[in-house]
């Protein structure tokens, strides 16, 4: 570690237009993002890098502080656009992972899942890799060697992911963890808009006079856009908000519906249909920029409040209320997140909440529009450059003819060449369990954490002949990997990633990854030369695969062409389209009343309501929903190491109604048709007495994920994680609720080593949940 | 009130803990955290609520008052500072006396140490750490003008009643606008004595 850091790019503030900038941020503050000379000058030697934090998707600007050694030490906030210097505990704390003990440093094997890891040189890893994927093409044929990338890769290894499966595996099977996150919304805007975004930027949210946040716990999983909506609230927008728990931002909302998990898509619909019987509906919008309206005021008008009051489990009358708030306003936004987008109809919700957004009027004005808060650092990046089973750079589609010649010309291969599509994240699971996927690279995803039916995916990933995993820690599913090979932080590479509004920002490298560690850009280039396609990865970093990726993308709806580095450092990010390089970006989509659909209409769908896949029943009475804690990041590989983290939060717990008869702390087993886990139960009124609620960021024995139900939508295939039928049991001891196991680390090879604490502490309120009982 | 201070607005507090976790990464006590979150509504509702130090004013800041070893000193500009670990012998007085429950004891260091409105920062020019980062706002720093430009019409008291006795600070808390500047009622409410319920016996 000798080489010095990268000198800090160039101040990133922006200029600022007073009427946008977000609540707190008075002169005062804007002054604020570097000391005036002696705070810095008293930290003698140290330097501040400008990037951003590397877990959610707002993107907060954050510095990196790093000391003369090029080691980096600290965070500092930064005044970035996005965040005015906020932040959430994870983005404090997120420094903390660069330099920790648990860090794999070298690349790791061993022949069977039976034997320890044995540590080995590069070379080494890297040839028993290659010749592992040969064995099982050779075998089974290119298809049978699976690929799963993930939405907090910088956005050039995300390109690099598709590229290099389909051209060095030559396989179809490719996919990423952003299949569990927001494909629901992704479709839907699609099918909706022709352009896979949000429509407005961030800063729009100030300038609302009505803020409906569906599914969304803003609070926990968006710490930092809680000024947004205490910005639009101080300014005397109404807030509506639809949850089936009274979180921290619902708790201030001037209506609350409280609905029962799995039943959105019957409340947006009875809103429609108020908005169309009390002419709340804006006909002139509706007549000029929409098609389709007629089959979605049908499906409305077969929902009348009444009838979904019922299924929703909410007064008939606030449903009207909703409506009459939303529609009478004179600009009225929508954002969601997975709340309504974890579900068989995940993209039917969507739709339905565009439906609303467009009948009144509210798509492409300043502080009118629709949104979906992305949960992955890079979960709008992620999808775009063709990560994804079934699309190409630039959102291309692997089906389209046209799409395929473009992309081959660009790449240097025959069209013929070039894989068809393959199946999603979970469908690869199943796949695996039935013997048709033999091989399996990992890279950036934990889905032994993540994905639903736990039991079931541990035993499909058990049948692989050959898996590999890149990480920088030792995930629970890289220690089930044959190979595991160790990659840099985001602190130690360069990179870009697109946040939730679609701007995208530059994340610059603040030290030199650790000796022994290396890019992930430089393990798919390696590993692609190794497999004869050398030829086609000659990239040296992030920015020569950034200038293959901007290319690639030109012309395309999701257009890179006129960003650069240079630009995203100068100007703290660009929002796509950007086509060239002296475009400004497009914060705010469909100004010109234009959508990306040929015809430049929106494309409103009928939405239907169904029932939630895992029926309920005499035994399986409750709704089980799942969500996150501010604490804590996805699968917690990176979080459930962090000290302040795993202290504030330091396990799962079940959070119930007082009407289940349970006290603080009691051990309570929640049961579903796929398992049943132990967990503290966290009495509170916060929740509807008909669900209960368990975070998902933990590992068996303790994992939500035991509990929850894999069924897909059927057009995003996300899995249903937002609702299924449970039932909950008095357990006997306290013993038998298990502590999480410590993550595993360097400490875990050999497995012996494992230290497992068995604390049987019950849930105090870290969580910032209230307790029924002093504990 | 000081001139630039923090304001604490409870309405806006998610309890993310974000002001926790900045708190320990301040210079002056790395590692650890100076601020407490309280939940006042527990069992009803997610409301949260963080405790800095008020920086009292009037009567001048209990904590000094009794510290035999005058080890906390108070700035001009009326910031209660954390002990000179130079004269401090850890005798926990300054906590005991502390109507707001913020200094706290390194036992094993015998050592006091409490939030100094992160002084190497404001000296300088800068928020507080917690103030910068909380993520709602529910920690401001500013003056009050600043505060007001931002929240119109925005109630502010620095007034505590303990009793009989009420104490003025430096750190003021945001109220309902039609609350009047009375002074808020200082300490956790009583909830419970032996075991009884007392809220309803108890009109305020
Ligand atoms: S996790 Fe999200 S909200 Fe928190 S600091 Fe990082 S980017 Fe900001
Ligand atoms: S950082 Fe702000 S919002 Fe979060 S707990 Fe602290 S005071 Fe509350």
């Not at chain 1, 992930?520 to 920015?543: E, H, I, P, Y």
């Not at chain 1, 012309?555 to 240079?566: F, P, R």
């Not at chain 1, 050999?750 to 502490?761: F, G, H, S, V």
């Not at chain 2, 006396?97 to 706290?104: T, Y």
Request: charge should be negative; aromatic fraction near 6%.
């Amino acid at each position: 570690m000798t080489s010095a850091p990268r000198p800090p790019a160039t101040d990133d503030r922006l200029p600022l237009d007073p009427a946008l900038a977000p609540p707190g941020t008075t002169a005062f503050r804007d002054a604020g993002g570097l000391p005036a000379g002696n705070w810095r000058g008293a930290r003698d030697g140290e330097t501040l890098v400008p990037t951003h934090c590397c877990f959610c998707g707002v993107q907060c600007g954050i510095y990196l502080r790093v000391d003369r050694t090029g080691t980096v030490f600290g965070v500092e906030p930064r005044n970035h656009d996005i965040n005015r210097m906020r932040l959430c505990p994870k983005g404090i704390n997120a420094y903390q992972q660069v330099n920790h003990p648990d860090r794999l440093t070298a690349p790791l094997v061993r022949s069977s899942r039976d034997e320890p890891f044995r540590e080995v040189s590069w070379d080494e890893a890297l040839s028993v890799t290659a010749a592992g994927i040969r064995a099982v093409q050779a075998r089974h044929g290119n298809d049978a060697f699976g690929m799963l990338g993930g939405a907090s890769l910088f956005t050039e290894k995300t390109y690099l992911v598709g590229k290099f499966a389909r051209i060095a595996l030559k396989t179809r099977h490719v996919d990423y963890n952003g299949r569990l996150c927001m494909v629901s919304a992704a479709g839907a805007n699609k099918l909706a808009f022709g352009i896979d975004r949000a429509g407005n930027p961030f800063s729009d949210i100030l300038l609302t006079d009505c803020l409906l946040i569906a599914g969304a716990n803003v609070g926990e999983c968006f710490p930092v856009l809680t000024q947004y909506v205490w910005g639009a609230r101080d300014r005397g927008a109404k807030l509506i908000v639809v949850d089936p728990r009274e979180t921290a931002v619902a708790r201030t909302a001037d209506i609350h519906v409280a609905l029962r998990p799995g039943t959105d898509a019957a409340f947006f619909n009875a809103v429609l249909h108020v908005v169309v019987e009390e002419s709340l509906t804006d006909e002139a919008f509706l007549a000029t920029r929409t098609s389709g309206w007629e089959e979605a005021r049908a499906a409305a008008a077969d929902c009348p409040p009444r009838r979904a009051a019922e299924i929703c489990g909410v007064p008939a009358e606030q449903i009207a209320e909703v409506a009459r708030v939303f529609g009478t306003a004179d600009k009225a936004m929508a954002w969601h997140a997975r709340g309504i987008e974890h579900h068989t109809q995940g993209v039917d919700n969507c739709l339905a909440v565009i439906n609303l957004c467009a009948a009144t009027g509210n798509i492409g004005r300043p502080g009118a529009g629709y949104g979906t808060l992305t949960g992955q650092g890079n979960g709008q990046g992620g999808r775009e450059h063709g990560q994804k089973s079934d699309l190409l750079p630039g959102g291309r589609s692997i089906n389209d003819p046209e799409h395929r010649r473009q992309i081959s010309r660009i790449w240097g291969i025959d069209e013929a060449e070039l894989p068809r599509a393959g199946t999603s994240m979970v469908e690869m699971v199943h796949q695996m369990r039935r013997g048709e996927i033999r091989g399996l690279l990992g890279i950036c995803n934990n889905p032994f954490v993540s994905l639903p039916d736990l039991p079931a995916v541990t035993a499909a990933y058990d049948t692989l002949d050959f898996h590999v995993q890149c990480d920088f820690f030792l995930s629970e599913t890289a220690a089930n990997a044959h190979v595991v090979l160790p990659v840099t932080t985001w602190a130690e590479d360069e990179g870009v990633m697109a946040n939730a509004e679609a701007r995208v920002v530059k994340h610059n490298k603040a030290q030199e990854p650790p000796p022994g560690v290396r890019t992930d850009t430089w393990v798919m280039c390696r590993l692609a030369q190794l497999l004869g396609a050398g030829d086609k990865f000659a990239f040296t970093g992030s920015r020569d695969v950034f200038e293959e990726l901007r290319i690639a993308s030109a012309g395309t709806v999701n257009d890179y062409y006129g960003i650069t580095y240079e630009r995203l450092e100068e100007t703290g990010g660009i929002a796509w389209p950007c086509p060239t390089t002296d475009h400004p970006g497009t914060p705010r989509l469909f100004e010109d009343g234009r959508t990306h659909h040929p015809d430049g209409l929106i494309h409103l769908q009928r939405v239907e309501w169904r029932p939630p896949a895992d029926p309920y029943s005499d035994e399986y009475p409750l709704s089980l929903t799942t969500g996150r804690t501010v604490a804590h990041f996805l699968s917690g590989n990176q979080t459930r190491r962090l000290g302040a983290l795993v202290e504030q939060t330091p396990r799962p717990w079940v959070e119930l109604h007082p009407a289940h008869g349970f006290r603080n702390g009691d051990p309570v087993r929640v049961v579903t048709r796929r398992g049943a886990t132990v967990l503290p139960a966290l009495v509170t009124e916060a929740i509807r007495p008909d669900t209960v609620f368990v975070p998902y960021h933990w590992p068996i024995p303790t994992a939500a994920n035991t509990l929850t139900n894999a069924a897909l939508d059927p057009r995003s295939k996300i899995p249903e994680y937002k609702v299924c039928a449970c039932r909950l049991e008095r357990a006997e001891h306290l013993d038998e609720v298990p502590a999480p196991p410590t993550p595993p680390g360097r400490s875990a090879y050999p497995p012996k080593a494992q230290a497992a604490r068995t604390d049987p502490l019950p849930p105090t309120a870290p969580q910032g949940r209230g307790t029924a009982e002093r504990s | 009130m000081m001139g630039r201070t923090i304001f604490i607005d409870p309405g806006r507090c998610i309890g993310c803990q974000a002001c926790v976790s900045a708190c320990r990464e301040c210079d002056s006590h790395r590692g650890k955290s100076m601020i407490h979150l309280d939940y006042p509504d527990e069992g009803h509702s997610v409301a949260s609520l963080p405790t800095v130090c008020m920086h009292c004013e009037d009567p001048v800041a209990p904590c000094a008052e009794v510290c035999p070893a005058d080890a906390i000193l108070v700035t001009v500009d009326g910031v209660v500072q954390t002990a000179d670990t130079s004269r401090c012998i850890g005798c926990a007085n300054c906590v005991n006396a502390c109507p707001f429950g913020v200094p706290k004891i390194d036992l094993a260091a015998k050592l006091q140490m409490k939030c100094d409105l992160c002084y190497d920062r404001t000296s300088a020019g800068l928020a507080p750490m917690c103030a910068t980062v909380c993520p709602t706002g529910a920690l401001f720093y500013g003056t009050l003008d600043e505060l007001r430009a931002e929240r119109p019409g925005v109630e502010v008291v620095d007034a505590f009643a303990f009793g009989g006795t009420t104490v003025r600070t430096g750190v003021a808390t945001v109220v309902p606008a039609d609350r009047g500047r009375r002074p808020l009622p200082g300490g956790l409410p009583v909830v419970e004595v032996n075991g009884v319920d007392v809220r309803k016996a108890d009109p305020r």
